[in-house]
T-cell receptor
């Protein structure tokens, strides 16, 4: 059981470039989400999905796209990278039962936009 | 939206000391979670709380779901150097079925 995996671990982009951050989980979790972590800001929700084919916006969605074609994968796309998107990105997943909110995080992708 | 205030922002303690940190909310929460993040890693779930007044332990860690449902506390007893990291609280309010709100974290440094 690998849990939640993310690739790449580190990435440097130039302003205006696009890229996709990959996230996969092997726990058959229905719910997946993306957060960004900035110093002094804690974890902020970007987008989330409650199942294949269903996505919704979080707190800071602008500049990011997501899709969920399978239960296992939840990629995050940066359409046109900006320096303000320099951050550490975490993917997380959990089961969908209403009594369980125990969310598991991946190891993170450290993104720098120059 | 819902806000969580986590305090203190940082702590510097000696090995062997006990540690307390807390989170307060402006509104009622139905679930409280406590996470620890080691440097360069993702947050790892420590304790989950689902009922007001609930007190749950995980080794040297003890967390409580406040009676008012607007706060939660995490205590670490007899700290050791590997307790170093950032501790986050997270909560789910009644109006939001899916989203967790995170505190900004408490940075713990333990001097051996």
């Amino acid at each position: 059981n690998a849990g939640v995996t993310q690739t790449p671990k580190f990435q440097v982009l130039k302003t205006g470039q696009s890229m996709t951050l990959q996230c996969a989980q092997d726990m058959n979790h229905e719910y997946m989400s993306w957060y960004r972590q900035d110093p002094g800001m804690g974890l902020r929700l970007i987008h989330y999905s409650v199942g294949a084919g269903i996505t919704d916006q979080g707190e800071v969605p602008n500049g990011y796209n997501v899709s969920r074609s399978t239960t296992e994968d939840f990629p995050l796309r940066l359409l046109s990278a900006a320096p303000s998107q320099t951050s550490v990105y975490f993917c997380a997943s959990r089961r969908q039962e209403t009594y369980s909110y125990e969310q598991y995080f991946g190891p993170g992708t450290r993104l720098t936009v120059t | 939206g819902q806000q969580l205030n986590q305090s203190p922002q940082s702590m510097f303690i000696q090995e062997g000391e006990d540690v307390s940190m807390n989170c307060t909310s402006s509104s009622i929460f139905n679930t409280w979670l406590w996470y620890k993040q080691d440097p360069g890693e993702g947050p790892v779930l420590l304790i989950a709380l689902y009922k007001a007044g609930e007190l749950t332990s995980n080794g040297r860690l003890t967390a409580q779901f406040g009676i008012t449902r607007k706060d939660s506390f995490l205590n670490i007893s007899a700290s050791i150097p590997s307790d170093v990291g950032i501790y986050f609280c997270a909560g789910r309010g009644g109006g939001s079925n899916y989203k967790l709100t995170f505190g900004k974290g408490t940075l713990l440094t333990v001097n051996p």
